[in-house]
Every structure is written in structure tokens, then in C-alpha cells.
Nanobody, 115 residues
Framework: QVQLVESGGGLAQPGGSLRLSCAASGFTFNTYAMSWYRQALRKQRELVATITSDGITMYADSVKGRFTISRDDAKITVYLQMNSLKPEDTAVYYC?????????WGQGTLVTVSS
């Protein structure tokens, strides 16, 4: 079964950190580009970070220097380390796998940044 399962969301204080994980199954993980997207209330879903199958990373300007995406192909998991969190980072975060025209989405995990 093709599946992505996110975990690690929750409540963090401004300036705090969280690490999201996304466990994959049912497809050849190491051949897919992996991304994290987020969608805040009443806003469109936006791309946060991507890591290619070769390990090349790309970030949205709003998270550069604060977030780090990484992957462990042996554990078929992708991570998003989020530091220096801001209230505007509050959103549902989704994991995405893409290879050519094939795309897989996770169910999302909620991140709330508030004091």
C-alpha cells in the first residue's frame, strides 16, 4: 500500500523547535523527490522544502535558515527540522512524494506556534 504518514506536529512556543517525520511505504522511496508543504487556515497550500533523490535541497524564502529537510533512505523517512518557529508557521504540514507524474500525499500533521 502506497502511504506517507506524518508525525511530530504539536504545540511549540515562538522561538522553539519541532521535528516532523514522514514515514513512507509501498514505493521505491529513494527514487522520489520528497517535499513538505503547509496550509494555514484560509490560505492556499504552499511548498516549504524539497529534497531530491540526489539530496539536493530547496527552501521557501520564508523558512530559509530556520528549517532543514533531510531524508534517510534506509529508514524510508523524510524529516523537517523546524527551528526559531514563528506564529506564522502555524499550519497543517503535509508530506509529498513525487516522481515524474506520480505523486503521493500524507494526511497532514498540525503545527501550532503560540505562547
Amino acid at each position: 500500500q502506497v502511504q506517507l504518514v506524518e508525525s511530530g506536529g504539536g504545540l511549540a512556543q515562538p522561538g522553539g523547535s519541532l521535528r516532523l517525520s514522514c514515514a513512507a511505504s509501498g514505493f521505491t522511496f529513494n527514487t522520489y523527490a520528497m517535499s513538505w508543504y503547509r496550509q494555514a487556515l484560509r490560505k492556499q497550500r504552499e511548498l516549504v522544502a524539497t529534497i531530491t533523490s540526489d539530496g539536493i535541497t530547496m527552501y521557501a524564502d520564508s523558512v530559509k535558515g530556520r528549517f532543514t529537510i533531510s531524508r534517510d533512505d534506509a529508514k524510508i523517512t523524510v524529516y523537517l527540522q523546524m527551528n526559531s518557529l514563528k506564529p506564522e508557521d502555524t499550519a497543517v504540514y503535509y508530506c509529498n512524494a513525487q516522481r515524474r507524474r506520480v505523486e503521493v500525499w500524507g494526511q497532514g500533521t498540525l503545527v501550532t506556534v503560540s505562547s
